[in-house]
C-alpha cells in the first residue's frame, strides 16, 4: 500500500470491493472506517446504481482483493460508467502481477502482450496459442494452479520449447519464479505442485531467429506422428487435403495456419 492509497481510502464516501471480507482485513490495518459495498462479476449489475448514486455524492475508491482493479479483475464495467456519468477517474498504482513478472524474467523484449487469463478449455486455448505465435513480443498471461501444466504443455506443442518464466504469487510471501524452457517448466510442476495464483511470461517469436517450431522437441513425437497419420487418412477420403485439414482444426483445436505449415508447407 502506497501512503497515497490509504490517504484516499481515509477520505473517500464508499469503498467498493471485491470481497468485503479481504478488504475489511485492510482497513482493519490501517484503521480505516470508510463504509463499504461489494462488487464483483454476480452482483455488479444489480449493484451498479447504489455506486453510481454514491459518486454522485462524492468521491468512491474501488479495490480488488490482489493486484490492480479491472485489469482481469471486476470494475471495467463500474469504470466505464463513471466516465459516462462525467465522474473524473484516477488511478492509485500498486501491486501489478504483469509489470512484476516483465521485471523479474530477465528476458529481452522490446513489446508485451498481456492477454489475461489463457483459454480454459484444451481446444480453445491451443486455438488461442497457434493465433499469437508469431507474435514478435513477450507473452503475458494469468493461469490457475490446476490447469498450469496443461498449459505449460499446450505450449510446448503449439510454441517449441521457448523460454518462459512461471511466476508463482508474485509481490507475496511465498513469492517464487521459475526461469528456463517451457520442458524445463513442465518437469518443474512435478516437483512444486502448483498452488496460488501463476504469471506466465513466454518469450515471443523472433524473425529470422532460429525458433523452435511446433513438435520440435522428442517429447511432441508422438504427438506429431498421431496428427500426420489422422491428417493422412483423412487426405484420403473424398475431402483430399482441404477437408483433412478442416477436419483436423476442429479435432485438435490447432489453427488452421500451423497445421497447414507442419502438413503441406513441409511436406
Excluded at 489463457?118 to 486455448?125: A, D, I, L, S, V
Excluded at 508469431?134 to 490457475?144: H, L
Excluded at 501444466?149 to 513469492?175: I, P, S, W
Excluded at 518443474?188 to 504469471?199: L, V
Amino acid at each position: 500500500m502506497t501512503y497515497r492509497a490509504v490517504s484516499v481510502l481515509r477520505s473517500v464516501s464508499l469503498v467498493v470491493a471485491e470481497d468485503t471480507r479481504h478488504t475489511a482485513v485492510l482497513l482493519k490495518h490501517f484503521e480505516i472506517k470508510a463504509p463499504m459495498v461489494s462488487y464483483h462479476a454476480h452482483n455488479r449489475v444489480a449493484r451498479l446504481p447504489r455506486i453510481l448514486d454514491a459518486l454522485g455524492r462524492g468521491d468512491v475508491a474501488l479495490v480488488t482483493d490482489a493486484g490492480t482493479p479491472v485489469i482481469s479483475d471486476p470494475g471495467q464495467e463500474l469504470v466505464s460508467a463513471a466516465w459516462l456519468a462525467g465522474a473524473r477517474v484516477e488511478a492509485l498504482p500498486g501491486a501489478s502481477a504483469p509489470m512484476a513478472a516483465l521485471a523479474v524474467c530477465g528476458m529481452p523484449f522490446s513489446s508485451a502482450h498481456f492477454v489475461g487469463f489463457f483459454p480454459r478449455r484444451g481446444t480453445e486455448r491451443r486455438r488461442f496459442l497457434s493465433d499469437v505465435m508469431e507474435w514478435p513480443g513477450a507473452i503475458v498471461g494469468f493461469e490457475a494452479p490446476h490447469r498450469l501444466e496443461a498449459c505449460l504443455a499446450d505450449m510446448m506443442v503449439v510454441f517449441g520449447n521457448r523460454e518462459v518464466a512461471v511466476c508463482n504469487d508474485l509481490t507475496k510471501k511465498f513469492e517464487r519464479v521459475f526461469r528456463g524452457t517451457i520442458t524445463a517448466a513442465i518437469a518443474d510442476t512435478q516437483s512444486h505442485p502448483p498452488r496460488g495464483e501463476y504469471t506466465l511470461v513466454v518469450a515471443g517469436h523472433v524473425e529470422g531467429a532460429d525458433n523452435p517450431g511446433p513438435f520440435s522437441e522428442p517429447d511432441s513425437v508422438t504427438r506429431i506422428d498421431a496428427l500426420r497419420k489422422r491428417f493422412d487418412e483423412l487426405a484420403s477420403g473424398e475431402g483430399g487435403t482441404r477437408g483433412a485439414l478442416r477436419t483436423l482444426v476442429a479435432e485438435s483445436g490447432l489453427s488452421r495456419k500451423l497445421l497447414y505449415r507442419e502438413f503441406i508447407t513441409r511436406a
